[in-house]
C-alpha cells in the first residue's frame, strides 16, 4: 500500500488528538491549504477502509476513526514500519544527519545528494539548517570546494546531537516504537532509520528493571532520553566511534555509576557490546542529570539549596502577590527537581522541554516572575526557558493553571494616532504576545498622567510631555531592540503587573477534600509525637579530645542506642559516611556539618550537634574546604510521614535562615539551640495546625 508523509502525518493526528482537530486546523499545523487537507481525507478514507475502520466527519466534534481498538492497533503497527513515498523535512534531515555522522571521511555534495535521493539546492538548503542545529553543539560542519563536506566535533557532542535531534523531532514515534515492541515481536528492520529493535527493547527492559524499581523513578521525557542515549552508545561504539579519554572523576556519580554498570554487563553479556569507561561515566551523567526523584526521598542535607529554594518561593511569591511561602509541596518538589536541574546546567547538558513554549504563551506573567527569581537567587547559572518552564510547572501545582487570567493593558501613543499606529498595534501583539490589549491614543487624547493609570504599559513613538510616568519609547517599525526593551520592562515588573490581578492559589477546599475530624487529630498526633521526639532526644555532645569524625558519629549513636532510639548502628554508620563521599557535607560559611541520613536501624526523629575543642576540616557543600567544629547529626526513620518529613526540612533550612541563627546553632549552648528550635516549632504550628 502506498501512502505519502502527510497522509500519514494526518492519521498521526487524528489517532492521537482524536476530535480535537478539524481540516481547517489540520491545514494550519501541516502548513497546506484546506483544499489540499480535503482531497487527502479522501485517500486517508480509503486507507482506514483497508483496517476495517471509518473517517467520523461532525463538524461540532471534528475528525475521528470510528472501529474497535484492535483494529486501530494494527493501523499504528503498518505506520510505524510503512515507508512513505515521500518524506517530510525533519525525516529528510534525520537521513542527512545520521549520513555525516557516521561517517568520519568528507562528503561530495553531488555524492550526498546522489544518497539522499535529493537535489544539489535541496541538499544546500538542508545543510544550511544543519550547520545551524549543529552549532548548538559545538560541531562545525564546514563546506570547501574541491574538499567536499566535513563534521568537525567530539563524539560526545555528536552522540548528544543525535539524541537531541530524536528526542525533539521524533518523541512520539519513540514512545510508540516502544510500546509496539514490547506487545509485539520485534521487527528486522531499523527503527526510524537508526536503532535496531532489539537493542531497544532490551535497553528499557534494563531501565525499567534497573533504573526505575528504586526510590528515584524517571519522568517519561527523561525516561525516553536515557533508553535513546544508551542505544546510541551501543551503536556508535559497535561501530567504532568511541569516546575521547578525559579522565573525569566520578566521585560524585557513585550511585548512577553503580546502575550503569549494572546495565553495561548485562549488555555486553547478551549482544557482546563492551561499554569503555568513558561510556560509563557519559551515561551517568546523563542519568544524574535526568533522575527525578521521589520527593518524599530526598535528603533534607542540601541546607544551601534549601535555602536559595525558600528565597525563591518568597521572591515569586512577591512579585504575585500571593502568599506560597507554606506550601511544603512546593518546597518539596523544587527540591527535588533543582539538584538534577543544577547539575544539567553545570555539565553544560542540552534539554528539551516540549511544553516550553505553550507555557510561555499561556502562563507568560508566572513564566517572567520564576525568569526573574531565578537570575536573582542562582545568578550563577544560565537556565534557558526549556528549564524555566519545568519550574513554572511546580509553581503553577500551587495555583490555578486553567490558564493565566492576567491581561496586560497596554497604550500606543503616536503623534495622531492613526496611519501606521495600527500596523504598530497590530506588530506589538504579534511580536510580545505577554500584551493582550494595546489602546492607540494620540498625543492630544492623553491628557493627564491620571488617565494613565489604568494601562500596565505605554508604548511612544514620540516623547511624552507628562512627567514622573514609565514609557518606552520605540520606533514606528518596532525593531528588535524596541522588542527588547518591552519584554525587559515587563520582566522588570511583574509585581506591578500582577497587583489586584487573578493570579490565584487553590483554595484549600479546592486543593483537598475537608479533613475528616479523624485525620486532623491524626496530624495532630503526628505533629505532637515528631516535636516531642526532636526536642526530648536534642543534647549537645562536647568533644574536648581530638578525635575523627567516624569516632565523634559512633560515640553518639552509641548512646543513641542505649536509649533504643535506633539499634544497629554500623549500618547507620557507613550509611553517614558514604552521604560524605557522595558530597560535601560542611555549611559554607560556617563551622557546621550537617551529617544526616534515613535508614531502616533508626526509630526516632534524632537531631544533636557535637561541639568539638579541635576543628576538623572537611567538605563544603560548595565543594571548598571548611573548619568543622560543630557536627550536626539528623537521622530519621526510612518511612516518613508528610508532618514529619516538613519538620526535619524546617529544621535544616533554619540552619542558614539569618546570621543569627547561625550564631545560635555554632554557640555550643545546649540552652539557646533548644529555645531556637521551640520557637521554630511554636511558628510552625501557629501557620501550619492551628490555622488549619
Known amino acids: 500500500m502506498l501512502i505519502t508523509s502527510r497522509e500519514k502525518s494526518i492519521i498521526d493526528l487524528i489517532i492521537k488528538t482524536s476530535g480535537k482537530h478539524s481540516p481547517a486546523s489540520l491545514a494550519s499545523f501541516l502548513g497546506v491549504s484546506v483544499r489540499t487537507i480535503q482531497r487527502d481525507l479522501k485517500s486517508v478514507e480509503k486507507i482506514l477502509e483497508e483496517f476495517g475502520l471509518s473517517l467520523?466527519?461532525?463538524?461540532?466534534?471534528?475528525?475521528?476513526?470510528?472501529?474497535?481498538?484492535?483494529?486501530?492497533?494494527?493501523?499504528?503497527?503498518?505506520?510505524?514500519?510503512?515507508?512513505?513515498?515521500?518524506?517530510?523535512?525533519?525525516?529528510?534531515?534525520?537521513?542527512?544527519?545520521?549520513?555525516?555522522?557516521?561517517?568520519s571521511e568528507t562528503y561530495k555534495l553531488q555524492g550526498l545528494a546522489v544518497e539522499l535521493g535529493i537535489s544539489i539546492a535541496t541538499l544546500t538548503a538542508a545543510l544550511d539548517e544543519m550547520t545551524y542545529f549543529l552549532k548548538g553543539y559545538h560541531i562545525e560542519l564546514t563546506r570547501k570546494r574541491g574538499v567536499g563536506i566535513e563534521v568537525k566535533g567530539s563524539e560526545a557532542d555528536k552522540r548528544k546531537a543525535l539524541a537531541s535531534y530524536y528526542l525533539i523531532h521524533f518523541n512520539y514515534e519513540l514512545i510508540e516504537a516502544l510500546f509496539i515492541m514490547t506487545e509485539d515481536t520485534c521487527s528486522e528492520e531499523k527503527i526510524l532509520q537508526f536503532f535496531k529493535p532489539e537493542y531497544l527493547l532490551e535497553i528499557d527492559r534494563l531501565v525499567s528493571t534497573i533504573v526505575n524499581t528504586g526510590p528515584s523513578r524517571l519522568a517519561d521525557s527523561d525516561y525516553v532520553g536515557l533508553i535513546v542515549q544508551l542505544a546510541i552508545t551501543m551503536q556508535r561504539t559497535e561501530s567504532g566511534f568511541l569516546l575521547a579519554q578525559e579522565g573525569q572523576s566520578n566521585e560524585s556519580l557513585v550511585d548512577e555509576m553503580r546502575l550503569i554498570q549494572k546495565i553495561s554487563e548485562e549488555i555486553e553479556a547478551k549482544f557482546r557490546i563492551p561499554f569503555t569507561e568513558e561510556d560509563k561515566f557519559y551515561l551517568a551523567v546523563i542519568l544524574k542529570g535526568s533522575k527525578l526523584q521521589d520527593p518524599n526521598m530526598i535528603p533534607y542535607g542540601s541546607v544551601v539549596l534549601g535555602r536559595k529554594i525558600k528565597s525563591l518561593i518568597e521572591d515569586v511569591s512577591a512579585q504575585l502577590h500571593e502568599d506560597l511561602t507554606r506550601d511544603f509541596s512546593l518546597y518539596q518538589g523544587l527540591l527535588a527537581h533543582m539538584e538534577p536541574s543544577l547539575f544539567r546546567l553545570k555539565q553544560k547538558m542540552e534539554l528539551y522541554n516540549p511544553l516550553a513554549e505553550?507555557?510561555?504563551?499561556?502562563?507568560?506573567?508566572?513564566?517572567?516572575?520564576?525568569?526573574?527569581?531565578?537570575?536573582?537567587?542562582?545568578?550563577?547559572?544560565?537556565?534557558?526557558?526549556?528549564?524555566?518552564?519545568?519550574?513554572?510547572l511546580h509553581f503553577g501545582s500551587s495555583l490555578v493553571m486553567n490558564e493565566e487570567t492576567v491581561s496586560i493593558?497596554?497604550?500606543?501613543?503616536?503623534?495622531?494616532?492613526?496611519?501606521?499606529?495600527?500596523?504598530?498595534?497590530?506588530?506589538?501583539?504579534?511580536?510580545v504576545q505577554e500584551i493582550t490589549a494595546v489602546d492607540i491614543k494620540s498625543i492630544r487624547e492623553i491628557g493627564k498622567k491620571e488617565s494613565l493609570a489604568s494601562y500596565d504599559l505605554i508604548i511612544s513613538t514620540v516623547r511624552l510631555p507628562i512627567l514622573g510616568i514609565d514609557y518606552i519609547l520605540v520606533s514606528t517599525l518596532l525593531n528588535d531592540e524596541d522588542i527588547s526593551a518591552i519584554r525587559?520592562?515587563?520582566?522588570?515588573?511583574?509585581?506591578?503587573?500582577?497587583?489586584?490581578?487573578?493570579?490565584?492559589?487553590?483554595?484549600?477546599?479546592?486543593?483537598?477534600?475537608?479533613?475528616?475530624?479523624?485525620?486532623?487529630?491524626?496530624?495532630i498526633t503526628d505533629v505532637q509525637r515528631s516535636i516531642n521526639q526532636i526536642i526530648g532526644n536534642f543534647r549537645l555532645f562536647r568533644i574536648n579530645e581530638p578525635s575523627g569524625r567516624r569516632e565523634i558519629m559512633k560515640r553518639m549513636l552509641?548512646?543513641?542506642?542505649?536509649?533504643?532510639?535506633?539499634?544497629?548502628?554500623?549500618?547507620?554508620?557507613?550509611?553517614?559516611?558514604?552521604?560524605?563521599?557522595?558530597?560535601?557535607?560542611?555549611?559554607?560559611?560556617?563551622?557546621?556539618?550537617?551529617?544526616?541520613?534515613?535508614?531502616?536501624?533508626?526509630?526516632?526523629?534524632?537531631?544533636?550537634?557535637?561541639?568539638?575543642?579541635?576543628?576538623?576540616?572537611?567538605?563544603?557543600?560548595?565543594?571548598?574546604?571548611?573548619?568543622?567544629?560543630?557536627?550536626?547529626?539528623?537521622?530519621?526513620?526510612?518511612?516518613?510521614?508528610?508532618r514529619e518529613q516538613e519538620l526535619i526540612s524546617l529544621i535544616s533550612t533554619s540552619l542558614i535562615e539569618s546570621r543569627e541563627a547561625m550564631m545560635i546553632y555554632s554557640s555550643s549552648n545546649e540552652e539557646s539551640i533548644r529555645i531556637r528550635l521551640e520557637e521554630l516549632f511554636l511558628d510552625y504550628l501557629h501557620h501550619n495546625l492551628i490555622k488549619e
Open 358 to 392: 505553550e507555557i510561555k504563551h499561556n502562563y507568560s506573567v508566572l513564566f517572567m516572575a520564576v525568569k526573574n527569581s531565578l537570575g536573582m537567587h542562582f545568578s550563577e547559572f544560565d537556565f534557558p526557558d526549556d528549564e524555566i518552564a519545568f519550574i513554572v
Open 56 to 103: 467520523r466527519r461532525k463538524t461540532e466534534e471534528g475528525l475521528a476513526i470510528d472501529g474497535q481498538d484492535e483494529k486501530i492497533f494494527r493501523l499504528i503497527q503498518f505506520l510505524l514500519g510503512i515507508h512513505t513515498v515521500d518524506q517530510t523535512p525533519e525525516e529528510r534531515s534525520l537521513k542527512l544527519l545520521l549520513a555525516l555522522l557516521q561517517e
Open 488 to 523: 525587559s520592562y515587563l520582566g522588570r515588573n511583574v509585581e506591578k503587573l500582577t497587583r489586584n490581578k487573578n493570579i490565584h492559589p487553590i483554595q484549600p477546599a479546592e486543593k483537598k477534600p475537608k479533613k475528616e475530624l479523624s485525620e486532623i487529630m491524626q496530624d
Open 558 to 642: 552509641e548512646e543513641d542506642q542505649d536509649k533504643a532510639l535506633l539499634s544497629d548502628i554500623t549500618g547507620i554508620l557507613e550509611a553517614l559516611m558514604d552521604r560524605e563521599e557522595k558530597g560535601g557535607l560542611g555549611i559554607p560559611e560556617s563551622a557546621m556539618g550537617l551529617y544526616h541520613c534515613r535508614h531502616p536501624e533508626i526509630k526516632s526523629l534524632i537531631f544533636q550537634i557535637a561541639h568539638l575543642q579541635e576543628p576538623i576540616d572537611i567538605r563544603g557543600m560548595d565543594g571548598s574546604m571548611i573548619k568543622m567544629k560543630n557536627l550536626l547529626l539528623m537521622l530519621a526513620p526510612e518511612d516518613l510521614n508528610e
Open 409 to 431: 493593558r497596554a497604550l500606543l501613543v503616536c503623534p495622531t494616532g492613526i496611519g501606521t499606529s495600527k500596523m504598530l498595534a497590530s506588530r506589538v501583539k504579534k511580536e
